[in-house]
């Protein structure tokens, strides 16, 4: 049976807890062409809650057109940018010909030479390779706007693990690059989401740096524990398992309520009950969780 808890992956709709209010202002602000900037400790819940409510708002808004990069992976500045291009460019258009046709139309001082992969999930991935050069970087940060113009939708680009990039060499020149072809898009919005408190807050609102003030600067809280009990009752119950509201309180008080770390003992607890979870195998659980 497939476990109603999940952790070390974005969690999907079904394991998804709440965050009402977080999702709706999220789809507010980069719905309406506003920058974001979302800090939380590791673990929380960023990535989850940037990929819900984008698969949301690109189902309720036909025009919205959403693209993720991961800049924990990437290891420089050209590569940032081959990734950076080939998102957009993907997210934009929904077949390989329209795709490869983007990009002979819209990176022209760029010229990549294009691969295809054979990828039996995805028929229609590409990579591109190029040569940078001043002018190529600048037409590859202002490819967004150049595409939802010509195409009459909204472009929102999430970037993952934003402070990563600051570990670039050569970042202060490309981040004053990213900001003056960025703020004058009218029709595309940044998310960038960290875990980096410091960092992030060092880029986006210290005076000396390009994104001072780029956006709104949004802090993720913890999820609530009233917001908890109920989605960990109803998962053991529609598993045909049970548990009590007061023993599920007593799981999230181990945790202090740390999403990962909750979704991990929830799991363990499930796992080891076959019908009904009692106060003995919460404390043989928990224990062998610490020891892992
Ligand atoms: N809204 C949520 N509902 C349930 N579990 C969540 C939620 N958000 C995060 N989690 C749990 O926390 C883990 C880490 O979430 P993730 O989005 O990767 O955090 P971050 O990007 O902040 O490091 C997920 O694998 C999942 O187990
Ligand atoms: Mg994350």
Request: aromatic share 10%.
């Amino acid at each position: 049976m497939k476990s109603p808890f999940q952790y070390g992956t974005l969690v999907d709709k079904e394991s998804f807890v709440n965050r009402v209010e977080e999702r709706k202002q999220l789809k507010e602000l980069l719905g309406s062409g506003i920058n974001v900037m979302l800090i939380s400790p590791r673990r929380w819940g960023k990535s989850s809650l940037v990929k819900v409510a984008m698969d949301e708002l690109t189902q309720e808004d036909k025009h919205i057109r959403v693209c993720f990069i991961d800049a924990f992976s990437i290891k420089t500045e050209a590569e940032f940018y081959r990734i950076f291009a080939r998102e957009v460019i993907s997210c934009a258009a929904s077949t390989l010909e329209k795709r490869l046709e983007d990009v002979k139309q819209f990176l022209k001082a760029v010229s990549p030479s294009i691969t295809l992969k054979s990828d039996p999930t995805d028929t229609l991935s590409f990579d591109l390779k190029l040569e940078l050069e001043e002018k190529s970087v600048m037409e590859i940060l202002e490819l967004p706007e150049k595409i939802a113009a010509a195409k009459g939708i909204h472009l929102i680009v999430c970037i993952d693990e934003f402070q990563q990039l600051a570990l670039l060499p050569g970042y202060k020149s490309m981040e004053g690059k990213m900001r003056s072809a960025w703020q004058k898009q009218q029709q595309v919005s940044y998310c960038f989401y960290g875990s980096k408190r410091h960092m992030m807050m060092d880029i986006s609102n210290n005076s000396s740096n390009p994104f001072y003030r780029f956006g709104q600067v949004l802090f993720l809280q913890k999820i609530k524990k009233e917001e908890w009990v109920p989605f960990i009752v109803n998962a053991f119950h529609r598993t045909n398992k049970e548990i009590s509201e007061q023993q599920a309180e007593q799981l999230c008080d181990i945790v202090k309520c740390h999403s990962w770390y909750l979704q991990q003992l929830c799991y363990f607890i499930w796992s080891g009950t076959s019908e009904k979870v009692t106060d003995e195998i919460i404390e043989i659980r928990t224990h062998q969780l610490i020891d892992t």
